[in-house]
């Protein structure tokens, strides 16, 4: 594969598992005070770069992750399959919870009316747990697209500056734009079973998982039109 290929590539993949990442910690956020919620965005996304970059570096103790820790019959288990099904398993309580919360009317699409029982350090927690399960996910992803290191930190910096830069501007269209809320919680729902199920040795097709993924964000901009056109003043 020619390595430019691998460098857009990796890029684009990085740049979407960063997003993902950045609005599962928006939502998690979602569960303290209003005054508290930006800045815990900003504390998890500056642990979520720090984790990709510093994660480059033990690329060696990642890959023995792979490593057979017990099995179950046949199936056999290792550190990378525990954290993916962990991850997985935790990603799909959070985003179906929030999904159904939605859906039966008692969040109302508005970012404000959410319940707020959580505590700080309990936000704080689960961030640096799902910053962990999208870090690793994101450099195992790397190391089976490419052999080039400089590849792999190109792609995640890369990433990483998308997630800084639109960190405030995915937030604000997710608050505007109830139906982006429920895309992307949506998407991190389909992506919480395929940590499960690869966890479990089950493979999925990644072209499925790119249609499905352009699926949602082609009905997220189609929705987000048409809204701006009802509202807009007629001429």
């Not at 525990?82 to 008692?106: E, H, P």
């Not at 404000?112 to 996910?137: G, I």
């Not at 940590?195 to 097709?205: A, D, K, M, Y």
């Not at 790119?210 to 701006?228: E, F, H, N």
């Amino acid at each position: 594969m020619d390595v430019a290929f691998q460098l857009l590539a990796l890029t684009t993949i990085e740049i979407v598992l960063g997003v993902d990442n950045l609005i599962i910690n928006s939502v998690l956020a979602e569960q303290l005070p209003v005054n508290d919620q930006a800045k815990a965005r900003r504390i998890g996304l500056i642990a979520a770069m720090a984790l990709r970059l510093a994660l480059l570096f033990a690329v060696g103790w990642i890959m023995g992750l792979g490593g057979t820790l017990f099995s179950i019959g046949r199936m056999g288990f290792s550190g990378k399959d525990l954290l993916l099904i962990g991850g997985g398993g935790f990603l799909l309580y959070q985003s179906g919870t929030a999904l159904l919360a939605m859906q039966s009317g008692s969040v109302k699409g508005d970012i404000d009316t959410l319940p707020k029982p959580a505590t700080w350090s309990r936000v704080m927690t689960q961030m640096m747990a799902m910053n962990l399960v999208f870090s690793l996910d994101a450099i195992i992803t790397a190391i089976g697209v490419t052999d080039h290191v400089w590849v792999m930190v190109t792609a995640i910096v890369a990433s990483a500056a998308v997630m800084l830069l639109a960190a405030e501007p995915i937030i604000r269209l997710v608050v505007s734009y109830p139906s982006v809320k429920m895309v992307a919680l949506s998407a991190l729902l389909m992506i919480g079973t395929i940590l499960v199920l690869e966890g479990f040795s089950i493979g999925v097709p990644k072209w499925i998982i790119y249609l499905l993924l352009g699926a949602l964000v082609g009905y997220a901009i189609y929705d987000v039109r048409t809204r701006k056109r009802a509202i807009a003043p007629a001429p």
